[in-house]
């Protein structure tokens, strides 16, 4: 990892803490709903904290894996029951991107 890319990690990380989740994945699991509401959130703030309320950790990384890949975002941070995405836009809306308004 370059040292551009360790603090564009750091920085996203700063960001994401300030966050209050956006949507909670509980019981059922990713839903059509649940998934159509991680693609607007990600779509409107490019960056979103999520809380996974499903269990055990394996239970949780299963789950957050498959966000990962079903909603094409990385993952910047995962701690306990709560992880940060992050998926770019190419015209990102300044009033609403956590990663260019000020919070």
């Known amino acids: ?3 551009k890319a360790s603090w564009d990690i750091k920085q ?3 960001i994401g803490h300030k966050l209050k989740p956006v949507v909670t994945i509980a019981g059922n699991g ?9 693609d ?7 960056l979103i904290k999520i809380k996974l309320a499903v269990g ?9 894996a498959e966000i990962c890949e079903r909603s094409g975002a990385e993952m910047v941070q995962s ?10 836009t ?8 956590n990663l260019i308004r000020r919070l």
């Open 30 to 38: 990713l839903t059509e709903g649940v998934i159509a509401e991680l």
């Open 12 to 14: 996203l990380r700063a």
């Open 56 to 64: 055990s950790r394996e239970a949780r990384s299963t789950v957050a």
């Open 90 to 97: 190419d015209k990102p809306d300044p009033r609403l991107s």
């Open 40 to 46: 607007r959130a990600l779509n409107d703030h490019e």
């Open 1 to 3: 990892m370059s040292k």
């Open 79 to 88: 701690i306990g029951n709560v992880m940060v995405i992050l998926r770019r």
